[in-house]
C-alpha cells in the first residue's frame, strides 16, 4: 500500500490546483495585513512592550518591590514614611518599553531649562574637573538667578551627582534630577567626569568605571569648605558604581549623610557577558562604544601616547575599547581583571552610609542579573528599590512624559532623610600604632644618625612632611574657586599653572631634606626596625610575647633535647671507655 501518494496522481494536482486558485482570490491588502500583524507581534515582543498588560490592569501599574533587613532604622524609620516607594509606578503608555523610555530619555528627555555656574576643580595630579552648581536660590520664584552664593555657614543641605558613562551636566536626566532637588530648597552640584562637560584633560590619569580618587577628593573638598551644610550623594549609572564602591572603600570614614544608586550595574563582569546576548543589547553597546570613541577623539593627544589609538579606532564594543584603553591606562593586566576589581557589589557589605538603590527590572543596559540581593538585605544601611519595568534611567511618567519617577522618589527619601535623625555622621579612624606596611616604615624613618661623640639619635622627616602639609594647604586654597563666577580658560590655565608649581616645590623640598638626612646617617642598626616592632608589641600585649616564647620552645624542644642527649653521650663514652665492653 503506498502511503505517501505521488504528485503526479491526477486527484492531488487538482487538489493543489484548487488550493492555488483559492489563494489567488484573496486580495493582496489581506496578504500586507497579516504581514503586519506578524511583524507587529514580532515587534512587540523584541521591543519587550507592555502596552497591553498595561491596558488589561487598567493602567495601575505595577507596584515597587522593597529589599531590605527587617532590622532595618533606616527602612523603619525613613522609607517606611516614603509614600513613593510604597506607591505603583505607571510607565508612560506611548513609552511602555524600556527601549522607547531609554532611547527617548536620550535623544529628547524634556529636560528644564536653566544655567549652572561652573568651578573648576584642580586635583593633586594635575588633572581638572568641572563642578555645575545649580543653587536654590537660582530657580526661586520660578525665575533663574545668578546674584547669590553659598557662606561657610550655610546649612542648607549640599547634593553632589555623579553621571553616568560619557555622560555630563547637559544630560537631559540630570537637569531633571538637578532642578527638582533645587526646587526643592537644595543646592546642588554636577561633579563632571575628567574630560567631559566641555574641560580638556590636563594629566595623564583618566576616570574609569571603579575610579573613586575623583569622588572622595570632591566631596573631601566640598565638607572642609561647607562643614555645617549636610552632605549628600546621588549617583546615575557607572556613577553609582563608582559611589557604591567609594561607600565601601571608605565605609564609616565618608563625610556623605546619606546617599542614592539609581541604575548601577553592580557587577561589571556579569553585566558585559549580559551586553552581548541578545541582537537589541548588542546595539546598545555599539551606541556606548561610539560614545566612548568620541570621548577619545577629544584627547587624542593623550590616548595615542598612553593606548593603543588604532585598537580604539576599530573598537566594536565596550570590551574593545576597555581592552584597547581603559586597561592600558589604568594599568589593568586584562579586560576581566578590571571588571573584577571596578565591580561595587563586593562592596555592598561595608556600607555605613543610609543607601537608596533603585533599578528596573527590564533595564535593557544593566541587567537585574547582576543585583546583588542578598547583600542589600543583609545590610541595615541599604533599601533596594526594584519596579517592574523604567528602562535604563528612564521612568518616565505621565501621559506627556514630562517627570521622571525616580527623581520625584530621590527627593522624597532625601527630605526624610535629612529630617530624620538617622543621617550618617562622619567617623574619623586614627591609624593603628604598629603598622608594618613597608611604604611606611620608608616613607616615615627614623633614620639613625651616629654623632662625632658616639652619641645615637633617631632623626625622621617630621619637619619635610611639616613643609610638605603646608604645600598641600597652599594647593588646598587653589580649590577655592569662587562659585559666584563662571571661570574662563584663561584662568584655569593660571590655576593649572600654580598647582604645578605647588606641587613641583613640595617634591623637590621633600627631596632636598630626604638626601640630607641620608647624608647624615653615617650608620645605620639594621635590627632597630625589628627591635622596636618588638618593642611595641610586648607593651601592647605582653602575654602574647609569653605565649610566642612558650611555642617556640615546645616545638624546639625535640631538635635540642636530640642534640643534648648527643652530646652527654660522647661525654660517657669518653670517662668510661670499658663500659660497653
Known sequence: MDLFPSFDDEPSLNAYNHLFNALSLIPISHYLLALSILCAIFLYNFFEFHFLHDLLT????????????????????????????????????????PHFQTVFLNFFGNPPAFSYRRQLFHAADGGTMALDWLLSSDVS???????????????????????????????????HVAFSMAKCGWNVVVSNHRGLGGISITSDCFYNAGWTEDVRVVIDYLHDKYPKAPLFAIGTSIGANILVKYLGEDGEKVPVAGAVAICSPWDLLIGDRFICRRLVQKLYDRALTIGLQGYAKLHEPRYTRLANWEGIKKSRSIRDFDNFATCLVGKFETVDTYYRRCSSSSYVGNVSVPLLCISALDDPVCTREAIPWDECRANKNIVLATTKHGGHLAFFEGIMASRLWWVRAVGEFLAVLHSSPYMHVQKKIENPGCTLSLGTSIDQGPYVNVAEDGM????????????????????????????????????????????KSVIEHSTVQVSKQ??????????????????????????QNSRS????????????????????????????LRRYPNAGR
Open 58 to 97: 487598567g493602567f495601575r501599574g505595577s507596584p515597587v518591590v522593597l529589599t531590605y533587613n527587617h532590622s532595618s532604622h533606616i527602612y523603619n524609620a525613613v522609607v517606611s514614611n516614603c509614600r513613593i516607594l510604597h506607591g505603583r509606578y505607571l510607565a508612560t503608555p506611548w513609552l511602555s518599553s
Open 141 to 175: 520664584e520660578g525665575a533663574f538667578q545668578m546674584n547669590n552664593s553659598i557662606s561657610k555657614d550655610d546649612t542648607t543641605p549640599l547634593v553632589v551627582i555623579i553621571p553616568g558613562l560619557t555622560s555630563d551636566s547637559a544630560s537631559p536626566y540630570l537637569k
Open 456 to 499: 645615637v639619635a633617631a632623626a625622621g622627616n617630621e619637619h619635610a612632611s611639616d613643609n610638605h602639609m603646608e604645600d598641600l594647604t597652599k594647593l588646598d586654597k587653589i580649590h577655592n574657586v569662587n562659585s559666584d563666577k563662571l571661570v574662563p580658560e584663561t584662568e584655569q590655565d593660571e590655576h593649572e599653572t600654580e598647582t
Open 514 to 539: 630626604s638626601k640630607e638626612d641620608i647624608k647624615d646617617a653615617k650608620s645605620i642598626d639594621v635590627i632597630s626596625p625589628v627591635r622596636r616592632c618588638l618593642n611595641q608589641l610586648c607593651r
Open 545 to 572: 610575647t609569653w605565649l610566642l616564647c612558650c611555642i617556640a620552645i615546645a616545638t624546639s624542644w625535640p631538635l635540642v633535647g636530640s642534640a643534648l642527649r648527643l652530646l652527654f653521650g660522647k661525654k660517657k
